[in-house]
T-cell receptor, first 109, second 119 residues
Framework: GQQLNQSPQSMFIQEGEDVSMNCTSSSIFNTWLWYKQDPGEGPVLLIA?????ELTSNGRLTAQFGITRKDSFLNISASIPSDVGIYFC?????????FGTGTSLTVIP | GAVVSQHPSWVICKSGTSVKIECRSLDFQATTMFWYRQFPKQSLMLMAT?????????EQGVEKDKFLINHASLTLSTLTVTSAHPEDSSFYICSARDPGGAGGLATQYFGPGTRLLVL
């Protein structure tokens, strides 16, 4: 199936730094979702976005649904060691659901 | 958030045996569930879409006779890996679509995954 372009592929940052990752698609989506996956576990939903231009926060996480409906970004402020993991974006339209390629985040204490 | 469970969380089996994995949505009804396979350090690969009361829709390259999917109720889908072989060893994850998520909008929730090791 289709995969969304997610960047960067990996990030190594110092604890306390802010993080930004984004996801782009050639297709329009009605919903953008961001997930975090810890090793050996299933992805956990972080933020769901349902309207173009929508900006939503969940604690230190902020995500935006792009105006064109073809992209989304996720920001993490003041990173902490437990932010380590793989972050996936996902675009959804009707019953069609597509994943991004993932961003692996490493936080150095 | 909504909870999706998977059972078992891990399984080791001999080559040639069949393994059944269950996926349950615990606090919502899911007319659609999805089954994914994930290899180490890679994204999730969609195997099939499971629709309650009808046949599953398989992605290209996924053998439907090898990976049997049954969506018997609005809260349960099962994936059976038939005649498993070592190359079937992987991390299998299900997800369920909650049609009435936050604000009445559809949201997707994932199970914790099942690690399969075929000897």
């Amino acid at each position: 199936g289709q995969q969304l372009n997610q960047s960067p592929q990996s990030m190594f940052i110092q604890e306390g730094e802010d993080v930004s990752m984004n996801c782009t698609s050639s297709s329009i989506f009605n919903t953008w979702l961001w997930y975090k996956q810890d090793p050996g576990e299933g992805p956990v939903l972080l933020i769901a976005l349902y309207k173009a231009g929508e900006l939503t926060s969940n604690g230190r996480l902020t995500a935006q649904f792009g105006i064109t409906r073809k992209d989304s970004f996720l920001n993490i402020s003041a990173s902490i060691p437990s932010d380590v993991g793989i972050y996936f974006c996902a675009g959804q339209t009707g019953n069609q659901f597509y994943f991004g390629t993932g961003t692996s985040l490493t936080v150095i204490p | 958030g909504a909870v999706v469970s998977q059972h078992p969380s891990w399984v080791i089996c001999k080559s040639g045996t069949s393994v059944k994995i269950e996926c349950r949505s615990l606090d919502f009804q899911a007319t659609t569930m999805f089954w994914y396979r994930q290899f180490p350090k890679q994204s999730l690969m969609l195997m099939a879409t499971s629709n309650e009361g009808s046949k599953a829709t398989y992605e290209q390259g996924v053998e439907k006779d090898k990976f049997l999917i049954n969506h018997a109720s609005l809260t349960l889908s099962t994936l059976t890996v038939t005649s498993a072989h070592p190359e079937d060893s992987s991390f299998y994850i299900c997800s369920a679509r909650d049609p009435g998520g936050a604000g009445g909008l559809a949201t997707q929730y994932f199970g914790p995954g099942t690690r399969l090791l075929v000897l």
